[in-house]
């Protein structure tokens, strides 16, 4: 008995491709979400928990069933993506030590060298445990859709 490769393969692809876009987004929010107070803060964190209970792709494959190529997929992977790197880079990015950022601040770093140099280094652990949970999301959601 041979096994089929090619799906296996795509889904990899899918759920890889997702990750990245949603290492991208989903970073962003929750830095934002860590350093900044804005009107929509709540209403983002119930979002995104909404988000994390719904099967994205499964949905959007019965919405765009005739044109569902693996890029749509990725796309929507994305949003199956966010709310796991999210809730879990939030957390650690939040417990820092807001002495080493106010130090860089003080030595003239932006908020992006700060984020770059100072917060992601010292929480890359459970942010690299998050996108790992993403992933697996993301590979499991895209398996079943292909699988249909």
């Avoid at 990015?93 to 140099?117: K, P, V």
Wanted: include cysteine.
């Amino acid at each position: 008995m041979t096994f089929n490769w090619p799906p296996v393969w795509l889904s990899l692809r899918v759920a890889g491709l997702a990750t990245a876009g949603a290492l991208v987004m989903g970073l962003w929010l929750a830095y934002r979400m860590t350093t900044r107070e804005f009107i929509g803060r709540k209403a983002t964190l119930g979002v995104l928990a909404l988000l994390l209970a719904t099967p994205v792709v499964i949905l959007a494959w019965i919405l765009l069933r005739p044109l569902f190529p693996w890029q749509a997929g990725s796309a929507v992977g994305v949003i199956a993506a966010l709310p796991p790197i999210v809730f879990g880079a939030r957390r650690p990015l939040q417990d820092l030590n807001r002495e080493y950022g106010n130090a860089a601040r003080s030595l003239g770093c932006s908020e992006w060298r700060i984020f770059w140099r100072v917060m992601l280094p010292l929480g890359w652990r459970p942010i690299l445990a998050a996108a790992g949970v993403a992933f697996v999301r993301v590979w499991m959601e895209w398996s079943i859709v292909a699988a249909l």
